[in-house]
């Protein structure tokens, strides 16, 4: 084994995990469009039920959360100990600073793959192929990711819409969680995530107030926990035999979690005391792996290190934005196949038929919209000049973000 590289700010693994949470969403959507049935896989006189881990699939999502917090506050912890310690988050002037700096990197991020999504919906709408035109509130709320604030709007456009708020959310706090890291430590970060969380969790339990299930407070453990992880992982790097361990029992602890938790009701399942316990059951088990893949080397990382993993990581975002567009229209709605729940073969035929799609869809919105976009996350505006070619060589990439979502408003009024 080769010693653990504390600076290296990105493992390729660490990409290789997004393929993971983002396919099991997908199979997820497939096994439900599929009519949900039970999934048996034959092993010689015996049958093994593969029905939780389909079922489970949304635990993809729990997976993005945890890796999201844990690799900003790596890369981030990384970065301050390359500029000599801490002072640039203790002092006002360098912290606003990294606020902004690290907005503008998220802004790059995240929406042009979605305004490319909401681009192709929109253009579907218009011509009465999918779905339908959003109302104009509706796609201003959308342009803005803060859909999640008018319950009607929560899922619309496109099924999985309604968690990337949580994602913008979670960036906005990100600077103010990361000083109270800086200065209180993981801990009291830890203990200050969970006691919101568990208050959100009450309130909702006294009040029924159903739309709470799509605010950030109710997800938040999920990403303060990958933070505190991510600090050790910088700081503190597992080594020797500490980091297979790690990364084996966290595996496993994820993958037991349809198992342990199979019983719990699809509905209120966060508000009782198994629903309060799994997201962190589920947290654990993603940290634990996610330390043992950061710390001194070992061969169980090339789970996630090989290049298939890596290269569908990559494009996980755009998977994870057209998968349900590219089933529902492509698959349920135009193959002329019936219904899917009648079928004896329903759940091959879906994933069959579907992942060649969305996987093709989502290369073309990578390689189109997210890498331009991403190759200028870093460049500054008085650097432009000298970027490279293209529009975002010459125009600073919000202002093009701007004028993009201007012009769905714009066309959204023309095409009514």
């Known amino acids: 084994m080769t010693p653990a590289r504390p600076t290296l700010a990105h493992l390729d693994a660490l990409t290789g995990v997004r393929a993971l949470a983002a396919l099991w969403v997908f ?9 949900a049935k039970p999934v048996a896989i034959p092993l010689g006189t015996w049958q093994v039920d593969m029905t939780p881990w389909f079922a489970f699939g949304w635990l993809g999502l729990d997976i993005f959360f945890v890796l999201s917090g844990f690799l900003l506050t790596r890369q981030e912890w990384i970065r301050l100990e390359r500029k000599g310690g801490e002072g640039e988050v203790r002092h006002l002037r360098p912290f606003f600073a990294f606020c902004g700096t690290f907005l503008r990197k998220r802004i790059l991020r995240v929406y042009p793959a979605y305004y490319g999504c909401l681009t192709v919906l929109i253009a579907l709408a ?11 509130l ?12 008018v319950d009607a709007y929560v899922s619309t456009m496109n099924g999985v819409f309604w968690t990337l708020p949580f994602e913008w959310q979670f960036y906005l706090l990100f600077p103010l969680l990361f000083v109270l890291l800086v200065r209180a430590g993981p801990w009291t970060l830890a203990v200050v995530g969970l006691a919101i969380v568990f208050a959100a969790k009450a309130y909702v339990m006294i009040t029924g107030d159903g739309a709470m299930h799509a605010q950030l407070p109710i997800r938040l453990d999920a990403f303060v926990l990958g933070m505190c992880a991510g600090r050790m992982a910088a700081r503190t790097p597992l080594r020797g035999s500490a980091a297979p361990l790690a990364f084996y029992a966290g595996l496993l602890v994820l993958l037991c979690t349809p198992l342990v938790f199979f019983d719990l009701p699809t509905g209120n399942h966060y508000y009782s005391f198994k629903g309060f316990v799994r997201p962190l059951w589920i947290a654990s088990g993603v940290t634990l792996m996610l330390l043992g893949m950061t710390g001194e080397r070992h061969p169980g990382v090339a789970i996630f ?13 755009s998977i994870y934005l057209f998968h349900v567009p590219v089933m529902e229209m492509f698959i349920l709605h135009r193959a002329q196949l019936g219904p899917l729940a009648t079928l004896p073969f329903g759940l091959p035929l879906v994933l069959g038929c579907a992942l060649p799609l969305v996987l ?3 290369y073309v919105s990578w390689k189109l919209v997210e890498q331009p976009f991403q190759r200028h996350r870093a460049v ?13 060589a ?5 202002l093009v973000l701007l004028a993009w979502a201007m012009l769905l408003m714009v066309a959204r009024e023309f095409l009514r």
């Open 138 to 149: 509706e796609l201003l709320l959308h342009l803005g990711m803060i859909h999640n604030t």
């Open 360 to 362: 093709a869809v989502s």
């Open 126 to 136: 218009a011509a009465h192929l999918y779905l339908r035109l959003p109302d104009r």
């Open 305 to 317: 290190g090989n290049r298939l993993a890596v290269g569908l990581g990559l494009i996980s975002y």
């Open 27 to 35: 199979v997820y959507h497939a096994w439900l469009a599929s009519g």
């Open 394 to 398: 010459r125009v600073d990439p919000l």
């Open 380 to 392: 500054r505006p008085q650097q432009l000049a000298g970027a490279g070619g293209g529009l975002l």
